[in-house]
């Protein structure tokens, strides 16, 4: 257990809706990411927040969004959704925001299927 | 731009050496490690900055080439355990972004 929860473990919904995934970092951890996993696209770097703030933004669609609150859990926002968004997503935290020190824990990710 | 690893898979028997390499066309900031078995996340096992350091988790090791922006991936006398797919990612700056590579199979047989 890596000290981060993500929920909902599973969800499945149709096309075109808009879905909300949810992550705890572990206590004391300021850096959040989102990553979404596909078998065709390995594990992409969607993005960061630190302390609240958007850090780095990886290849993610202008449908998503995210955000970290003053608590520092974060959510994810995809909308408008189609197939192709099917993934795992994968929420992780860390101390710091990068370098030596940036050791990320992963959460047990959130598989997302849209029929 | 997304790093290149290599081999795409490998099969070892128990006790068996491998090594599983990282290619950047960037100039890298950070490389870091990680192992995912299947069904589950992504777990750390080490990160290298520039400056072409060796570190080593257990019996896996790694080094860094700066010259190269290439990093390896050493197992040593394979585990049972080692069994999973290996992802290299790396930063090319200090900003956080984290690219991974496509990731290495290892499958250790008894």
């Known amino acids: 257990d890596s000290g981060v929860t993500q929920t909902p473990k599973h969800l499945i919904t149709a096309t075109g809706q808009r879905v909300t995934l949810r992550c705890s970092p572990r206590?004391?951890?300021?850096?959040v990411y989102w990553y979404q996993q596909s078998l065709d696209q390995g594990l992409q770097f969607l993005i960061q927040y630190y302390n609240g703030e958007e850090r780095a933004k990886g290849n993610i669609l202008e449908r998503f969004s995210a955000q970290q609150f003053p608590d520092l859990h974060s959510e994810l926002n995809l909308s408008s959704l189609e197939l192709g968004d099917s993934a795992l997503y994968f929420c992780?935290?860390?101390?710091?925001?990068?370098?030596?020190?940036?050791?990320?824990?992963f959460g047990p990710g959130t598989r997302l299927t849209v029929l | 731009q997304q790093p290149v690893q290599s081999p795409q898979a490998v099969i070892l028997r128990e006790g068996e050496d491998a090594v599983i390499n990282c290619s950047s066309s960037?100039?890298?900031?950070?490389v870091h490690w990680y192992r995912q078995k299947h069904g589950e996340a992504p777990v750390f096992l080490m990160i290298l900055l520039k400056g072409g350091e060796q570190k080593g988790h257990d019996k896996i090791s790694a080094s860094f080439n700066e010259k190269k922006q290439q990093s390896s991936l050493y197992l040593t006398a394979s585990q049972l355990s080692y069994s999973g797919t290996y992802f290299c990612?790396?930063?090319?700056?200090?900003?956080?972004?984290?690219?991974f590579g496509a990731g290495t199979q290892v499958v250790v047989t008894p």
């Open positions: 960037k100039a890298l900031y950070s």
């Open positions: 992780a935290s860390s101390v710091v925001a990068s370098g030596a020190y940036n050791e990320q824990f």
């Open positions: 990612g790396t930063e090319t700056d200090s900003w956080g972004k984290l690219q």
């Open positions: 206590s004391g951890d300021l850096s």
